[in-house]
């Protein structure tokens, strides 16, 4: 489980690649989603990953692209820190997100607002813990102040 006063970190890299899923979620059928990978709180890296659900405010991973998406992180030495999905309009997680989450108990829930985006703003981000609590969301470096990482690895990347 994450700490009280936890702090979930995305690389700058990050928020340009959730924005861009935003705005591709605007015309999409249903929810988009993946991971966010890394280090202890610090994500660095992103990956999506089908959504099967049929709802369209639901998600679902595909299981066989999430094991994939699994072993190349831990080829790559990350754990994941997060999962990410977009969210049509409320920016807080519903009691099927979170039951959804629990393939992942240590790791945060992020998620993209679409509503945000449509009139031009940027994408509302928010984390919530697996037991639905707000957690405080940082952008930028590492608190170690590692060089920034991308969203798009050669290692991991944005694979569908």
């Known amino acids: 489980m994450l700490a009280e006063n936890t702090q979930l970190q995305l690389a700058p ?19 988009l989603c993946g991971l966010l990978l890394g280090h202890g709180l610090h994500a660095s890296e992103a990956v999506s990953i089908p959504n099967l659900a049929s709802a369209p405010d639901r998600f679902c991973f595909e299981p066989a692209a999430h094991r994939r998406a699994l072993l190349r992180a831990t080829a790559a030495g990350l754990a994941v820190v997060a999962t990410w999905h977009t969210h049509r309009a409320a920016a807080f997680p519903s009691a099927a997100d979170l039951a959804g989450h629990l393939a992942h108990p240590r790791a945060a829930l992020v998620l993209v607002c679409v509503k945000a985006a449509e009139n031009g703003s940027p994408a509302a981000l928010s984390a919530w813990s697996p037991a639905g609590a707000p957690i405080p969301l940082r952008l930028g470096r590492a608190p170690d102040g590692e060089a920034q990482a991308t969203a798009a690895s050669p290692a991991i990347g944005d694979r569908p």
């Open 13 to 31: 890299a990050l928020e340009k690649f959730l924005a861009a899923k935003a705005d591709r979620a605007r015309s999409a059928t249903g929810e």
